[in-house]
């Protein structure tokens, strides 16, 4: 032991980072008031909750705790969790989903909540998110949807919205996604846009990245000119539809990489 304490401070930290955080509680703590202070300088452990951890081993852990997974259905108190700055709930309860508010967890930059979530999440307010780059929400409700501005989310950089092809976004939303108004806004995934009138007027130098569904690949010259930065995009077709809709002129010189999907 006497040969790790000749260790810097900042070499210590260096190596805790690659020991399972409950390993460093179990092991580290109270050998001395020098691993003590530098445990409790930690605040960005990558933790994981399943079904058999302790209550206890989570009040000690929460404070330093950067990125957290909750794999239980239990009543985690999340609260104690104010440095986080990554959350995903796998199966998230009605009280885990209460718990996650813009006071509580101030530094909040990514948020996921699982497909396999059964009950409404419309308790959630995301508006007092600001500090939010990336939000994923697999079956949307609109009182959800309509919380998703520029305004109150101006980080935003990542936006995935439901895998479902034929689900639809709000016309606000997509208006706002491709009139730059998200102006750090790189990937993104709509679903279904039913109508290209609204790219006719707009454009968006932000998108690097993009997936929708469409019922004619038509709408595609649209989207390249309302994106001319756009480097991949995912189109799935909907054939079964009857819409029309007009092509403009080709468009040359765009950056474009790759299109994935029926053309």
């Known amino acids: 032991m006497n040969c790790?304490?000749?260790l810097s401070n900042e070499l210590l930290l260096d190596i805790f980072e690659f020991i399972n955080p409950r390993h460093l509680f179990y092991h580290f703590w109270n050998i001395n008031s020098r691993l003590n202070n530098l445990l409790l300088s930690i605040k960005h452990l990558r933790l994981v909750i399943d079904e058999t951890?302790?209550?206890e081993l989570i009040s000690a852990l929460a404070p330093h705790a950067g990125l957290l997974t909750v794999n239980t259905w239990d009543d985690i108190d999340l609260h104690k969790f104010r440095n986080l700055y990554s959350l995903k709930l796998a199966r998230p309860t009605q009280i885990q989903l209460k718990q996650i508010r813009a006071d509580t967890m101030p530094n909040l930059t990514y948020l996921l909540l699982?497909?396999?979530v059964v009950n409404t999440w419309d308790d959630i307010d995301l508006h007092k998110f600001r500090n939010l780059y990336s939000l994923k929400l697999a079956r949307p409700t609109q009182i959800q949807l309509k919380q998703i501005r520029a305004d109150?989310?101006?980080n935003l950089t990542y936006l995935s919205l439901s895998p479902n092809v034929y689900f639809s976004a709000p016309k606000q939303l997509i208006s706002d996604a491709f009139s730059g108004e998200f102006r750090h806004l790189r990937w993104a995934r709509f679903g279904h846009i039913d109508s290209y009138d609204p790219l006719c007027r707009f454009q968006s130098l932000s998108l690097r990245y993009l997936h929708i569904g469409c019922y004619h690949t038509t709408l595609i010259p649209f989207v390249l000119a309302t994106c001319p930065n756009l480097q991949q995009l995912n189109?799935?077709?909907l054939r079964s539809g009857d819409k029309t809709m007009y092509?403009?002129?080709m468009i040359d010189n765009h950056l474009l990489?790759?299109?994935i999907?029926?053309?």
Request: glycine residues 4%.
């Open 4 to 6: 790790f304490e000749h």
């Open 53 to 55: 951890e302790s209550h």
């Open 114 to 116: 699982s497909p396999n």
């Open 152 to 154: 109150t989310m101006p």
């Open 235 to 237: 189109v799935d077709c």
């Open 247 to 249: 092509s403009p002129a």
């Open 257 to 259: 990489q790759q299109i």
């Open 261 to 263: 999907g029926p053309i």
